[in-house]
């Protein structure tokens, strides 16, 4: 006979209702960044519940915030014991793995996701940038094709494609890809610091500078500071070049390239100083566009842009 106390009921007849509250109060600390509260919350869910999925995800995702890598990988684990097809749990399982750097294992999670939900593009691009770091380019290149066969706007499968033809010497391949994203998306900021690198690698200064100016409206970085004053050198603007230098400095005063670069700068600048003015085509227009025969540097056009 099933007896009437707590004790009883707590072994017997989880209330359906205590297990609910526990696991909204759970996630509404996990929300407010209380994640030991969040804890606590989730072990009572578990206590009534031992076996529910959505419990063990949400523990390991309190436990992540904790720092305790391994507590949320374990709970992950338990999640998908209890629930196999958990794309959410995978896709944790495989974040918690590769925070720790465990990239081979990782690949193996999205792998299993991938026979559960082969068309989830989460992990086709997840899966492509864990190869991409293990140096596997030719690899991480097809799980972005998979991943855009299935969604072919998905500008961040095109930027990553096109970080890895970087990597196999593709640059015309890049480039189309990194177009592709900012098609789909105009102010991606990493396809726009992709192209930022592209060009500069193509030696084509001015459009550096285009694309660095677009870039540092998004966010301001001490590198990319540095990339635009090196552009502005290449160009001959000592004056812009030693602004840049000078601001990548106040960002980040330990920058020993920026100081190197501010004093070549300064050096220019008593030599000649050539300013761009308000022309931004640097050779990317063609002879007869408006604007090519009234341009003031249209004699130096194709030598600082070629």
């Known amino acids: 006979m099933i007896g009437t106390t707590d004790d009883a009921k707590d072994r017997y007849l989880p209330s359906v209702d205590r ?18 509260e969040a804890l606590e919350r989730f072990n009572l869910a578990l206590k009534l519940k031992p076996e529910y999925d959505a419990a063990w995800l949400a523990r390991g995702h309190a436990l992540r915030q904790l720092k305790d890598s391994e507590g949320a990988l374990q709970s992950f684990a338990q999640a998908l014991r209890a629930n196999h097809e958990s794309e959410e749990a995978w896709l944790a399982l495989a974040t918690t793995l590769r925070g720790l750097g465990r990239r081979r294992e990782e690949v193996e999670a999205y792998d299993e996701l991938l026979k559960i939900r082969p068309r989830s593009v989460d992990a086709w691009v997840n899966k492509g940038a864990a190869l991409h770091e293990l140096k596997s380019f030719r690899a991480a290149t097809a799980c972005y094709d998979a991943a855009l066969a299935i969604r072919p706007e998905h500008a961040p499968a095109w930027n990553n494609k096109g970080a890895a033809l970087l990597r196999l010497h593709d640059e015309a391949g890049a480039d189309r890809c990194f177009a592709e994203a900012l098609h789909f998306d105009p102010d991606f900021f990493d396809a726009i610091v992709n192209r930022v690198l592209l060009l500069q690698r193509r030696g084509r200064h001015g459009e550096v500078v285009i694309w660095t100016d677009r870039a540092l409206r998004f966010r301001e970085a001490a590198w990319l500071l540095y990339v635009k004053a090196l552009a502005h050198l290449g160009l001959l603007e000592g004056t812009l070049a030693v602004k840049a230098f000078e601001r990548a400095l106040e960002l980040d005063p330990k920058f020993q390239e920026a100081k190197e670069g501010l004093r070549e700068a300064k050096g220019l600048r008593q030599r000649v100083d050539f300013f761009r003015g308000v022309y931004e085509c640097f050779g990317t227009h063609e002879a007869g566009d408006p604007g090519c025969e009234e341009c003031e540097i249209s004699g130096r056009c194709r030598e600082v842009s070629p």
């Open 19 to 36: 297990l609910e509250d526990a696991m909204r109060a759970g996630m509404r600390a996990l929300d407010a960044g209380q994640p030991d």
